[in-house]
């Protein structure tokens, strides 16, 4: 459901890349804001369970939605008393095997509460405050689950936008006292974070973190040391943020293209874009590799294998637009090897940054080509807009015509120093063969200084001979290259 939206709708996969709506089966939900939905099997009977987190100012909640196996849902809880909620997660902080309800309140109230999950869905008892107040952090935006500190138990993490802090809380098990809040930066690192996840960037068994903040346009990680500790900041990639500094909010941390290691995908509302950012190893990760730059101010980017082919695909939700949309990995995930924004398997050129199509395919890319649609030519070096393979003026066939010039220029020489004129006349200059490049013909025109005579030869692919008259006291004949 978008953000302040009115309704709950099912989209039930038909196995063909193409998907059917289904609508009115949540109960009650029409009356709602809704801002949150997620689902796991909260009853532990094999069925996928919903919850449900509606937004307002002075008013807010949450909502539980029992499966009853036939794609009908009951709602069995309502908590109508959460004003300014901003997110829910499920989590299993307890270790009974069965997902407690977290969520998160800003506005005035900066709380983070807890719903232990009994595993009767109609009875959640009373709201266990994770942390409340200040010290929480200023509006927490966004919740995280992870064992951070490695002690074996879920640790609870928090996105606090106002006070530009990643925060944790020791899990001190329910009903125990408020652990102590450890903030994990500040505004000198992430300004308006907006999410959080972690996994194990760099292989080395410890959890790290990876968030997105808006303000800053970074996507970044921290390299966790250890019992809650991390290093400092390492830049993925830095979003332009625009005049509303709305940077990169979606994140998701998967090993997209099955080599082993987690990868980073992010969204960008200014940019409308959904990004692949491959680790390359031990933390090093590529150039962004865009999936799409359409998707109107997208906040929401996740994977699944939606088409049941094996490896994961990408979907993204846009508000700005009314999406949501899915994109297919079409193998290999989505890899990028020359960093020029164009995955492999629909790159002509993999290796080259320059280059991406070959759209005549003969060998040379479109923007090194200057005849991009024909096979035939691929330069022009004399800029007449004549490929060079059909152009009989082109540098190739004109340097041939210049050497054989040359060896005519010396025969008529020769021919001036004979004694008489009567000589001159007679003489022939034999075998000069023309060569004008495949299934071309060129002409040469030679001039005779002060005579009207002229002799063209034209190539025709054979040996031809030609005379050349001179008027008495002539020494020499001009000549130029001129194309028919």
Known sequence: SPFGGGSIVIYRNNGNGSFTEINNRFPGSSAALVSNVVGSDLDNDGDIDVVVGSSGFSSGGVRVYRNNGNLSFTRTFDNGNSPSLWDIHLADLNGDNRPEIMFSLGGSFDQIGVYVNSGNLSSWGNLIPVKSGTNTGDEPRSLHAADIDGDGDVDVMSVNYLSNQLSYYPNSRIG??????????????TRGPRNLRTGDINGDGVLDMISTSVLDGKVAWYRGTGRGNFASQQIIHRYQTGANEQGPRGLDVVDMDGDGDLDVLSTSEVGSSVCFHENTGSGSFSQPVIITNRANGVNLVTTIDMDGDGDLDVVSASPGDNKIAWYEQLGGGAKDSDGDGVNDDEDAFPNDP????????????????????????????????????????????????????????????????????????????NSIVMSAGQNNTATLKFYVEESADLETWTNQGKFVEAGFPLEAGKKFLRFSLKKE
Do not use: W
Not at 366 to 374: G, L, Q, R, S, T
Not at 402 to 417: D, F, R, Y
């Open 354 to 429: 320059k280059e991406t199509a070959d759209t005549d395919n003969d060998g040379v890319g479109d923007n090194a080509d200057v005849f991009p649609n024909d096979p035939t030519e691929i330069a022009d070096c004399d800029n007449d807009g004549v490929g060079d393979n059909a152009d009989a003026r082109s540098p190739q066939i004109i340097a041939g015509l210049e050497a054989q010039i040359a060896q005519l220029q010396a025969q008529i020489t020769e021919l001036s120093k004979r004694p008489t004129l009567e000589q001159i006349q007679d003489a022939r200059l």
């Open 176 to 189: 125990g006292p408020q652990p102590s809040v450890r903030h994990l930066t500040s505004a000198s690192q």
